[in-house]
């Protein structure tokens, strides 16, 4: 009788053993193109988040540093403790001439000075008019004299300019005695700022959004493109709103599905700046491909079992022929020479019936 060779179980075997084997190959692929997608992407984030902090902060220095030079200027110390006997005598000449040099002379849009006992509102104009703590528009000043900030940084309407929105630096005037005499500052619209975010979004292809973290509340409560109040970037990004607004003391970085998001903040401008970059065209890359590689996984597996079939079937017929023919007659012996009759026999009895 002809020997049965089992091929079932061996062909299993192979294909198990393929399949774990490409499997481990995919598997460490997949993993480390996905580690090596986190690391670019939050390499671009952190080193985005840098560089655009870093040169905020160069935008901004100087119109801290002019603010500081005003409010320490002897000319200012001595117009504000003389206010009302300037203004019965030559008005506020001499004071609009001191602004509208420092305006014209940094190219800032306006400079301007709050008297902290009349609460007259000077620019590079003249006198604006005079702050009320009953009008919302005016909040912003007393705001931040309740802060104890000596100065601060905030994006906000300038009713002086038009309504322009403008970034404002705010800084007290203290005299030697400590008193608070008055606020004074530059302000600028945020144009330029907002140019560099677009530029440093284009560049990267991230996301990029800043939030009040620190400053005294002001007017302001809607968006720009970049400037936005902290409920609607939490809404936009989903992360939630307490850690938006909150000036934390380390960068926040997470992964939220396809998006790595970081937040730093700049203590000086007491602002949050947001970073968001969407990974979703590499993740769907990442998927492809292991789903490709496990379709080719699929027809190789297939390949190589018909082809091990095909071999072992035909070694174990070609072993059964060498075991049951005489080495010396070449003739079949008689196990083999039944099998064939018997093969024979099914062969003729099937084309009878037919």
């Known amino acids: 009788m002809r020997k049965s060779f089992r091929l079932f179980w061996p062909v299993i075997y192979l294909a198990v053993f393929i399949t774990a084997g490409f499997m481990i190959i995919m598997y460490s692929n997949t993993s480390y193109s996905r580690q090596q997608m986190r690391t670019n992407a939050e390499d671009v984030v952190t080193l985005t988040a840098d560089v655009l902090n870093s040169d905020i902060q160069s935008y901004v220095n100087e119109s801290i540093t002019v603010s500081k030079s005003m409010a320490s200027s002897s000319f200012l110390i001595g117009w504000l403790h003389n206010e009302e006997k300037h203004l019965s005598t030559d008005g506020d000449t001499e004071l609009v001439q001191y602004l509208q040099s420092v305006q014209k002379e940094w190219n800032y849009d306006i400079a301007f000075l709050v008297s902290a006992r009349t609460k007259n509102y000077y620019y590079q104009g003249g006198l604006s008019k005079v702050l009320r703590s009953d009008n919302p528009f005016d909040s912003w000043y007393y705001n931040f004299v309740r802060a104890s900030s000596l100065y601060n940084c905030q994006v906000d309407h300038s009713e002086a300019t038009g309504n322009k929105i403008t970034l404002f630096v705010n800084y007290r005037i203290i005299d030697n005695r400590g008193n608070m005499l008055g606020v004074i500052g530059v302000g600028t619209t945020i144009s330029n700022i907002q140019r560099l975010i677009a530029r440093m979004e284009k560049e990267q292809n991230v996301e990029i959004y800043v939030v009040n973290a620190g400053n005294a509340d002001n007017t302001f409560t809607w968006d720009t493109a970049y400037f936005k109040t902290a409920d609607r970037i939490a809404e936009i990004t989903g992360i939630e709103e307490k850690i938006i607004g909150s000036p934390a003391k380390k960068p926040y970085s997470a992964w939220n599905g396809s998006l790595y998001q970081v937040i730093i903040n700049d203590s000086r401008m007491k602002w949050n700046i947001i970073i968001s970059k969407d990974c979703s065209v590499e993740i769907a890359e990442i998927n492809e491909h292991m789903t490709s590689s496990l379709f080719m996984n699929l027809l190789i597996t297939l390949g190589c079992i018909v ?19 005489d080495s010396l007659t070449g003739l ?4 083999l020479f039944e099998e064939d009759y018997q093969e024979m026999l099914r062969a003729h009895g099937s084309s009878n019936s037919s």
């Open 307 to 325: 082809v091990c079939t095909l071999l072992i079937r035909s070694m174990s017929h070609q072993i059964h022929k060498s075991e049951n023919i």
């Open 332 to 335: 079949p012996n008689r196990t």
